[in-house]
């Protein structure tokens, strides 16, 4: 089975400092793995996903995502936070071997203040 | 111009109703889900449609009925609803499954409360 941990419901920081949001995960094949934001009362933004090749993964809104096979990670970073990225973050992931499904992480609040 | 368009976005019914929260995604995509956000923020998938077939069915209750009339569109139907329906759902499509490693994208969502 396969399954995501976002190990922090909170994540607290002021604006123009980096924000970091983990991820770990757990599949019996390879990943794919993905980061999904959402603004209050919103749907589901796609961020970024890694699905092979360079580990470090670039996508929307200035966020990266840096994918560790050994450490099962993918977190989610920004080098320097802005107040527009106080949201729910989501972290899933797909396994290959099971083609359908997206698991999803329990989210982490992102909070940045001014 | 919506990708995934869901309606309504919010509905307040009472127990026992049946209501359809409708769902069309104009991006071409072979695949369909519906997933479902509790009041934690959890989501679980609920079902997903390939070419208008069912491919996952997530232990809902008999009571959710999704009916896909082609690829573009990807309806729920809930029969006697419940308090604990209370929840968004939402709807999503990706091309194919995670083979391509393909990116699945959400609707807005639908606010569902049940009183």
């Known amino acids: 089975a396969q399954s995501v941990a976002q190990p922090e419901d909170q994540v607290n920081v002021a604006e123009g400092n980096p924000l970091t949001v983990k991820c770990t995960y757990s599949v019996s094949g390879n990943p794919y793995l993905f980061w999904y934001v959402q603004y209050p009362n919103r749907g589901l933004q796609f961020l970024l996903k890694y699905i092979t090749g360079d580990n470090l993964v670039k996508g929307s809104y200035g966020f990266e995502a840096e994918f560790n096979k050994s450490q099962t990670s993918f977190h989610l970073k920004k080098p320097s936070a802005l107040v527009s990225d106080s949201a729910l973050y989501f972290c899933a992931v797909r396994d290959r071997l099971n083609d359908y499904k997206l698991s999803f992480g329990a989210g982490t609040t992102v909070t940045v203040r001014a | 111009d919506t990708a995934v368009s869901q309606t309504p976005k919010y509905l307040v019914t009472q127990m026992g109703n049946d209501k359809s929260i409708k769902c069309e995604q104009n991006l071409g995509h072979d695949t369909m889900y519906w997933y479902k956000q509790d009041s934690k923020k959890f989501l679980k998938i609920m079902f997903s449609y390939n070419n208008k077939e069912l491919i996952i069915n997530e232990t809902v209750p008999n009571r959710f009925s999704p009916k896909s009339p082609d690829k573009a569109h990807l309806n729920l139907h809930i029969n006697s609803l419940e308090l604990g329906d209370s929840a968004v759902y939402f709807c999503?499509?990706?091309?194919?499954?995670?083979?391509?490693?393909?990116?699945?994208?959400f609707g807005e969502g639908s606010w569902l409360t049940v009183v």
């Open positions: 999503a499509s990706s091309q194919g499954g995670a083979i391509s490693g393909n990116t699945i994208y």
